[in-house]
């Protein structure tokens, strides 16, 4: 959808340099524990250089300028002859990182050179002189204390055992509510299962109204529409008519904000579409495909958020591998009854084609850095679906469903609710939880999810392709076998019509003159009694009528026409039932 060029008020506003930088969220990158983080996902200066270029290795005494005071009592160490240094490089033609992490590196050296010590003449007292110390210099990153843009940079290889242990717990306890809910505590026998797998779904993905408390304003909405002209925006429950213009797209979504909506902001940069020429959006997603999800307190800190991921797709490494991000908004002010997804904001992206080494997370680092740059900890909601990996407040990530396993082939919390509700359907008793628990081990394990990373899938599971290939090959196989099904059909009913026509004018040839005799008799008998009738009021005038011996006369007279009416109808309809009813039995026969 082409969009103003202009940058929304939360994109646009910069912070004076002057200003301490807020408490930021402090998250690890999607991570699987196996490898240390890649070189350029460590903490970096604010100053940076290109992302290509890692930062230079230091030493553990580098690392901690403390160890440089340790260092300046030295003086009972033998003096070391200075080596000759290479030539170094031109200042100039350093980057501002590279001068200041030189400038660094020298004047710890320094501070680790030990003491100088006269060496006396024979005889004399040695004369000591005062060391020289290293000017004591700021911290940089990675030296203990946190900066702003180290507080932003996440690694993708390490393995956090806190957010590991609390993300175990979180799985637990939710599971916990599941049993709670459809098993009875007393005798473990299950419970209703009506609306199970909504049901489930909501208890996993679902918590408080907080987010939405606060409602979009007219004027966030327009910013957020005009996040940046090469993006495409679509409400998940609303379609744009055939053909809509830009206007009538942008009144579809702002009738879809009125009641609460997510927004798919699709990414058709020039950085994308060049990395995807085929169109297809979906090309290449198998084994790679990605989500990011985050949870804030409120939609101004979601719309920061959404602010930061527009910018990311101008991002070299981030724009070709990231499709598209949504985000929740809306209008309506909740109830007391209104509940929200806990992902306010899921991020879609993959890791770049030809990945082999799925333990680091390049492009997911840097999505999750720029979520930490949009918005504080305070800002950070605490709950979260489970079986995410999670990276910290309000952030977590897990491998996108269908794109490892064909067969799970809806959204993340969808595909482990339906898990679960497969487990209860199937168990009638479950009478303890840790029982309940080792079933859902079972079955996440038999629908290729890792029971130890559930956020995560095993090998060996159909591939979308393979699978959407499959049902295609189904559906056109059982199109084909209705296709010939419905021509026999076709020819046995064309044949069993011919034979029941004829059988039909025979019944008919039998029946038709007994029919017509009755038939006949009955008019005969109706239109007789109407002409007697007739003459018995023209023959007579009023005062006779009026007399009791006429009138009981004439109702002795209508009382036996009438019966033998009836009598003959009777037998007019005696007829054509037994008529209909050998039609029937022939029909039957030829079964048509």
């Excluded at 005071?69 to 070391?80: G, N």
């Excluded at 392709?465 to 084909?480: N, P, S, T, Y």
């Amino acid at each position: 959808m082409p969009r103003d060029k202009k940058k929304s008020a939360f994109l646009s506003k910069k912070k004076k340099p002057t200003r301490k930088p807020p408490t930021r969220v402090v998250v690890r990158g999607a991570q699987t524990g196996r490898k240390a983080a890649p070189a350029d996902t460590a903490t970096r200066p604010a100053e940076r250089a290109p992302a290509q270029r890692a930062p230079a290795q230091r030493t553990p005494a580098q690392r901690t300028p403390a160890r440089a005071q340790a260092l300046t009592p030295a003086l009972t160490r033998a003096f070391s002859p200075a080596v000759p240094s290479r030539a170094r490089t031109p200042a100039e033609d350093l980057t501002g990182q590279a001068k200041s992490f030189l400038a660094h590196q020298r004047a710890l050296k320094t501070a680790e050179e030990p003491a100088r010590q006269v060496v006396p003449a024979r005889d004399a007292p040695p004369v000591l002189v005062e060391p020289v110390l290293a000017p004591v210099l700021p911290p940089v990153p990675g030296d203990g204390v946190k900066t702003k843009r180290q507080m932003l940079t996440i690694s993708a290889a390490g393995t956090d055992e806190a957010l590991v242990r609390q993300g175990v717990e979180a799985n637990k306890a939710a599971l916990k509510r599941i049993y709670e809910a459809f098993y009875d505590q007393a005798d473990g026998s299950r419970l209703s299962g009506q609306d199970r797998l909504d049901r489930i779904y909501n208890m996993m993905g679902e918590g408080t109204a907080e987010y939405v408390q606060t409602p979009v304003t007219d004027e966030e909405f327009g910013d957020f529409l005009k996040l940046r002209p090469d993006i495409f925006i679509q409400a998940q429950e609303s379609d744009f008519p055939k053909n809509a213009t830009r206007e009538q797209r942008e009144q579809v979504l702002r009738e879809a904000v009125q009641e609460g909506d997510y927004f798919h902001v699709h990414n058709v940069s020039k950085l994308y579409t060049k990395a995807h020429p085929s169109g297809d959006r979906a090309a290449g997603l198998g084994k790679l495909a990605r989500r990011i999800v985050v949870n804030v307190k409120t939609q101004e800190a979601g719309l920061k958020v959404a602010g930061k991921m527009a910018a990311l797709m101008d991002d070299p490494l981030v724009s070709p591998n990231m499709r598209q991000f949504k985000i929740y908004l809306s209008k309506e002010v909740p109830t007391g009854e209104t509940t929200v997804k806990h992902d306010k904001l899921v991020i879609y992206y993959q890791l770049p084609p030809g990945t082999g080494d799925t333990t680091s997370d390049p492009v997911g680092d840097k999505i999750v850095a720029a979520v930490g740059e949009a918005v504080g900890e305070e800002e950070m909601g605490s709950d979260l679906a489970p079986y995410y990996a999670r990276l910290g407040p309000g952030v977590a990530w897990a491998e996108e469903p269908k794109y490892f396993v064909g067969e799970l082939d809806n959204s993340f919390t969808e595909s482990r609710a339906e898990v679960i509700s497969n487990v209860i359907n199937d168990n009638d008793t479950v009478p303890t939880l840790a029982g309940f628990l080792d079933k859902v081990t079972a079955a996440l394990r038999g629908k290729f999810i890792d029971p130890a990373q559930p956020h995560r899938h095993l090998p060996g599971a159909k591939s979308l392709e393979q699978v959407r290939a499959e049902k295609e090959a189904a559906r056109l196989e059982a199109e084909r076998v209705a296709q010939e099904a419905a021509a026999r059909e076709a020819e046995r009913v064309k044949v069993a019509t011919a034979q029941f026509e004829v059988a039909e004018a025979q019944i008919a040839q039998r029946f038709q003159p007994s029919y017509q005799s009755a038939l006949s008799r009955y008019q005969q008998a109706v239109e007789q009694a109407d002409r007697r009738r007739q003459a018995a009021i023209e023959n007579s005038t009023v005062s006779q009528r009026q007399r009791s011996l006429w009138q009981q006369r004439e109702e002795t007279m209508q009382e036996l026409e009438d019966s033998q009416i009836s009598r003959y109808e009777a037998d007019v309809r005696s007829i054509a039932d037994r008529y209909q009813r050998e039609l029937a039995a022939v029909r039957q026969q030829l079964n048509i």
